[in-house]
C-alpha cells in the first residue's frame, strides 16, 4: 500500500463532478467572469441608452462595473482509503470515495448562499421573524407569486428565476390543485416540469431555518455571484493506521450582486 501513483487531478475532478450533478448554488447563482487566485470578479455591463433618431448616429462608451469578491470560505474533507493506488487505479472506486466528500460540501455551500437573503431589495421583503407569515395548503401557491411578482415589479428579467423551498413547502403546494400532487425533484433540487408565476420551483433542506421560521428564496440568476475551486488535494500514508489518507480543501466565496433580483420570504410553515 502506497501513494505513489496519486493523481490529485483525477480525485479533484471527480469530487468536482458529484459536487455539480447536486449543487443548488451552481444552478441559481452567476459564475465569475473571472478567478484570479482566491479571488472572483464579476463583470456588469451598464445601461445603453436609447435615441430618438433624427438623420444621425451618436455612439455612447459602455461602461462595465466591476465587483473583486476574496473566496474567504474554506472547508476541508480528509477520509481514509485502504490503498489510495488500487483505488484510484479502478476508477469506480474514486467515485464511491468522493461522492460522500462531494455531498457535504454541496449542502454546506448551498446553506451559505442561502443564508444571503439578508442582500434582497426592502421592498422584495414579504414578512419578517418578528412577524412572519403563517403558510399552509390554502395559501403556500398564492405566496410563491406575490414572490415572482416583487421580481417583476423590479423589471428583472423573465428567464433564469427560481424559487427554493423546502420538503414541508413542497408538501402543501402539493396539496394544490394548482400545482401537480406528484413532483419529481431531480438530484440538484429543481422540482421536474414546475414553474410558478415564472419561477423554476428547486427543493433544498438547506434554506434558512430560525426557530421555525423558514426562508424562501426567490430570485434571478443575476442576483448572486459565486465561485469555487479545489485549492489542495493531497495524499499520504497515515501513522499509526493500516491505511492511506486523502484530503483536500476547498475555498468559495458569494455575495450579492443585484439586490432587486432577490425577494424573500419569512414564513412558518404548518
Known amino acids: 500500500m502506497a501513494v505513489t501513483t496519486f493523481i490529485p487531478q483525477v480525485w479533484e475532478a471527480k469530487l468536482l463532478t ?51 469578491l476574496d473566496m474567504d470560505q474554506k472547508k476541508y474533507f480528509a477520509f481514509k482509503v485502504k490503498d489510495v493506488d488500487k483505488a484510484q487505479a479502478a476508477g469506480e472506486l474514486v467515485d464511491s470515495h468522493t461522492a460522500e466528500a462531494a455531498a457535504t460540501l454541496q449542502e454546506t455551500v448551498d446553506r451559505f448562499v442561502f443564508g444571503l437573503y439578508a442582500g434582497a431589495h426592502v421592498e422584495n421583503v414579504i414578512g419578517t421573524d418578528a412577524a412572519p407569515k403563517a403558510i399552509d395548503k390554502t395559501n403556500a401557491y398564492d405566496y410563491v407569486v406575490d414572490l415572482g411578482t416583487k421580481l417583476s415589479q423590479k423589471k428583472v428579467p423573465k428567464a433564469g428565476r427560481y424559487v427554493i423551498i423546502n420538503a414541508a413547502f413542497l408538501g402543501l403546494l402539493s396539496k394544490d390543485a394548482r400545482f401537480t400532487n406528484q413532483p419529481v425533484v431531480l438530484e440538484n433540487g429543481v422540482v421536474e416540469g414546475q414553474v410558478i408565476n415564472g419561477m423554476q420551483v428547486v427543493v433544498s433542506e438547506e434554506v434558512a431555518n430560525v ?17 469555487k475551486q479545489i485549492d489542495e488535494t493531497e495524499a499520504m500514508r497515515l501513522e499509526g493506521d493500516f491505511a492511506d489518507g486523502v484530503r483536500g480543501l476547498m475555498v468559495y466565496g458569494a455575495e450579492v450582486l443585484r439586490p432587486e433580483a432577490l425577494a424573500v420570504l419569512t414564513a412558518t410553515i404548518a
Request: charged share 20%.
Open 18 to 68: 458529484n459536487f455539480h450533478k447536486a449543487s443548488i448554488a451552481d444552478v441559481i447563482t452567476t459564475p465569475p467572469t473571472e478567478i484570479k487566485g482566491n479571488k472572483i470578479i464579476f463583470n456588469r455591463v451598464g445601461a445603453v441608452a436609447v435615441k430618438d433618431y433624427a438623420g444621425s448616429v451618436s455612439f455612447d462608451d459602455l461602461t462595465t462595473a466591476s465587483t473583486e
Open 211 to 227: 426557530s421555525g421560521k423558514y426562508k424562501v428564496l426567490a430570485l434571478h440568476k443575476s442576483a448572486v455571484g459565486y465561485g
